[in-house]
T-cell receptor, first 117, second 113 residues
């Protein structure tokens, strides 16, 4: 089936540095999402993105976070600067459409484990 | 606000046995409900979804689930599990806009040979 690829699978970084998490979504999808999962806790919505814009974001999407998809390439999540509490697994997802009575399926990547030291 | 509760963090069953996982949701409107499964080192894969209509929905890998509005539940079941069903299962509810999913904490299923 459709695949979402996340690169790298594990990233270790010192607190205060910048990190960029990369997501290669399903090729014809137009809607993109980031979720965050702290070890042992629920997966929580961060942000969704369409046509170059953030459509909705949660309170977890701090000012230090940003997303973009330049030139239709990777969909990225940048954290600058990183904090200890940013350590988590970050999941990217994409979908073909949204809304109404036909909520389309989200396709998820395997996640990037971010360790902030 | 919407939320999902999965009361069982871990479930262990024997191969060939029947299985039911549990999920209760909280949402004031019409819920869109999902179950996703995560195999080791893989992304989440859709197992089941309910939008409307027949409360019993068929999913992949022999799973089915019944939506109950009166009980605010969406429990999947399988008649006979296989060791390959061992994975973490997540229940999720969606708001009506933008496909935002709210996940439960997951149930780790172990199928013993």
């Amino acid at each position: 089936g459709p695949k979402v690829l996340q690169i790298p699978s594990h990233q270790i970084i010192d607190m205060g540095q910048m990190v960029t998490l990369n997501c290669d979504p399903v090729s014809n999808h137009l809607y993109f999402y980031w979720y965050k999962q702290i070890l042992g806790q629920q997966m929580e919505f961060l942000v969704n993105f369409y046509n170059g814009k953030v459509m909705e974001k949660s309170k977890l999407f701090k000012d230090q976070f940003s997303v973009e998809r330049p030139d239709g390439s990777y969909f990225t999540l940048k954290i600058q600067p990183t904090a200890l509490e940013d350590s988590a697994v970050y999941f990217c997802a994409s979908s073909g459409d949204w809304g109404g009575a036909s909520q389309n399926t989200l396709y998820f990547g395997a996640g990037t484990r971010l360790s902030v030291l | 606000a919407q939320s999902v509760t999965q009361p069982d963090a871990r479930v262990t069953v024997s191969q060939g046995a029947s299985l039911q996982l549990r999920c209760k949701y909280s949402y004031s409107g019409t819920p869109y409900l999902f179950w996703y499964v995560q195999y080791p080192r893989q992304g989440l894969q859709l197992l089941l979804k309910y939008y409307s209509g027949d409360p019993v929905v068929q999913g992949v890998n022999g799973f089915e689930a019944e939506f109950s509005k009166s009980n605010s539940s969406f429990h999947p079941r399988k008649a006979s599990v296989h060791w390959s069903d061992s994975a973490v299962y997540f229940c999720a509810v969606s708001a009506t806009n933008y496909n935002v999913l709210y996940f439960g904490s997951g149930t780790k299923l172990t199928v013993e040979p």
